[in-house]
Structures are given as structure tokens and as C-alpha cells.
T-cell receptor
Framework: GAVVSQHPSWVICKSGTSVKIECRSL??????MFWYRQFPKQSLMLMAT?????????EQGVEKDKFLINHASLTLSTLTVTSAHPEDSSFYIC??????????????FGPGTRLTVT | AQTVTQSQPEMSVQEAETVTLSCTYD???????LFWYKQPPSRQMILVIR??????QNATENRFSVNFQKAAKSFSLKISDSQLGDAAMYFC???????????FGTGTSLTVIP
């Protein structure tokens, strides 16, 4: 099956610092990757969609200068939370979709990253 | 934008019994995909079942089956012979035929009572 990994699984950082989260598709090429944010007991909120080699498309209300997304290769996308603040503390989930073939039907989710900003 | 509604924030079921989770959606498209995802306490999203809108036959995966009513825009999930491991948040999701974006419902928290 298609496997997506995220690193780190849990990160604590101090207010004002930046933190990078990696999302990797391990056994398929992901032309499109998605970044979600999930608050406790709530649904997934799409933050942005990234296509390999092009700029990410951000959802309304998401600060693109704060949440930097880079999809530099077909297997790696990164989300950098810049100048993090306590309100950025959340669970961040990435997902990946292949361009074609049977894997193109679905999104494959990473295990998520819990970010705590102190 | 498409909307997905899950009207049951919480449900419970006795072990070995059957439970049905509801989902309705709003769309003007004729071709699309519908999904049920499970999110256990580990927070890993797991695909439970997928339905293509052009297929009249309801999808089934072992103990999981759906009741897809296209005209009513309803997509419920039935879990038979419930097991303790089925306890999780369940999200209904919609994706258009050609689009990238998934639209998720607000989720239903399922408790399985031993």
C-alpha cells in the first residue's frame, strides 16, 4: 500500500522560533500534497495544497508567510511554521496523492505531527 | 464549495452489535467520490471505504458497508459485529471526480461498549 511518513511526530518549540515538518511519500510519487491542521476533537482543516515544483495554494485565512510550504520533489513536502506562537500549537497532518493510477483515487495520510509552542 | 454534514457528534454501540453513522453532502456535480475515514486515538487517518458516485452498487469492506443514496445525497456507514478496535472518530469525506481537494465532515466519535 501507499505509505506517507511525517517527521517529527512531536515537537516542542519556544515562542518566536521556527519549526519544520517533513512529509514523505515512501513508495509512490506524490504530485500533490496537502497540509491539514486539526484541533482537538475537530475535523481536519485544509491549510494548503502543494504541487511538485510549483507554489502552494493556500486556503482563505491561512497566512502563507507564516506557514511556508515547499514541495521540492515528488516524495517530499515541508511545512515550516515561522515565528511560532502558542496559538499555532496544533496537530498537523499531511496527505499525498499520486497523479494517476489506482493510487490517484485517494489521499494517503501521514501519522501527523503534534506541535506545542511554549 | 461542497459541504459534508455529519449530524451525530457521538455514537455508541455494544460490542458485536451493528451501528450506522450518517453523512449527507451537498454538491451539484454528478461524478464524485465519497469516503469514510477512521481516526483512532493514534490520530492516524485510515481509509475505511470508498464509493464512486457512478456505481449504483454499495461498497463493502468486510464488516463495513455503505448505504449510498445519490438522489438524497446520503452516504451512511454501517459497521457490523462491532469490535473494541472500531472505537475511533469517523470522518465522511467528498472529492469531486477531477478535483484534488477533499471536503471533510465534522466527524462522529464512536464508542464501543464491551
Amino acid at each position: 500500500g501507499a505509505v506517507v511518513s511525517q517527521h517529527p511526530s512531536w515537537v516542542i518549540c519556544k515562542s518566536g522560533t521556527s519549526v519544520k515538518i517533513e512529509c514523505r511519500s515512501l513508495d509512490f510519487q506524490a504530485t500533490t500534497m496537502f497540509w491539514y491542521r486539526q484541533f482537538p476533537k475537530q475535523s481536519l482543516m485544509l491549510m494548503a495544497t502543494s504541487n511538485e515544483g510549483s507554489k502552494a495554494t493556500y486556503e482563505q485565512g491561512v497566512e502563507k508567510d507564516k506557514f511556508l510550504i515547499n514541495h521540492a520533489s515528488l516524495t517530499l513536502s515541508t511545512l515550516t511554521v515561522t515565528s511560532a506562537h502558542p496559538e499555532d500549537s496544533s496537530f498537523y497532518i499531511c496527505s499525498a496523492r499520486a497523479a494517476s493510477g489506482s493510487l490517484a483515487y485517494e489521499q494517503y495520510f501521514g501519522p501527523g505531527t503534534r506541535l506545542t509552542v511554549t | 464549495a461542497q459541504t459534508v454534514t455529519q449530524s451525530q457528534p457521538e455514537m455508541s454501540v455494544q460490542e458485536a452489535e451493528t451501528v450506522t453513522l450518517s453523512c449527507t453532502y451537498d454538491t451539484s456535480e454528478s461524478d464524485y467520490y465519497l469516503f469514510w475515514y477512521k481516526q483512532p486515538p493514534s490520530r492516524q487517518m485510515i481509509l475505511v471505504i470508498r464509493q464512486e458516485a457512478y456505481k449504483q452498487q454499495n461498497a463493502t469492506e468486510n464488516r463495513f458497508s455503505v448505504n449510498f443514496q445519490k438522489a438524497a445525497k446520503s452516504f451512511s456507514l454501517k459497521i457490523s459485529d462491532s469490535q473494541l478496535g472500531d472505537a475511533a472518530m469517523y470522518f465522511c469525506a467528498y472529492r469531486s471526480w477531477t478535483g484534488n481537494q477533499f471536503y471533510f465532515g465534522t466527524g462522529t466519535s464512536l464508542t464501543v461498549i464491551p
